[in-house]
């Protein structure tokens, strides 16, 4: 078993920014393949930034160059830097891997003020 716990969310102003962690523990062997996503009210949950499985960090478009993604394997745990925060940027964060399973955080509040 995976757990996944997700910290770091909050209220902001437009510009803003925050710094989320995701803190894995359990049978997971990297953290390579850690994912970010995000889901607003009424829409669909959707991918913001994740670790390949080598490792590298990818973004979605919406992000490039205001989130940074990192990572601290000996402590199992992923952050997102995300700077230039905007309203459309609110969101429930969740933090997810796929091992033998799905694997899903209970996710973390951002609330950027409109």
């Known amino acids: 078993q995976v757990q996944l716990v997700e910290s770091g969310g909050g209220l902001v102003q437009p510009g803003g920014s925050l710094t989320l962690s995701c803190v894995a523990s359990?049978?997971?062997?990297?953290?390579?393949?850690m994912t970010w996503y995000r889901q607003a009210p009424g829409k669909q949950r959707e991918l913001v930034a994740g670790l390949t499985r080598d490792g590298s960090p990818t973004y979605s478009d919406f992000v490039k160059g205001r989130f940074t993604l990192s990572g601290d394997s000996p402590k199992k745990t992923v952050y997102l830097q995300m700077n230039n925060l905007k309203p459309e940027d609110t969101a429930v964060y969740y933090c997810?891997?796929?091992?033998?399973?799905?694997?899903w955080g209970q996710g973390t509040l951002v609330n950027v003020l409109s």
């Open positions: 359990g049978s997971m062997y990297s953290i390579n393949g």
């Open positions: 997810y891997w796929r091992g033998l399973y799905d694997y």
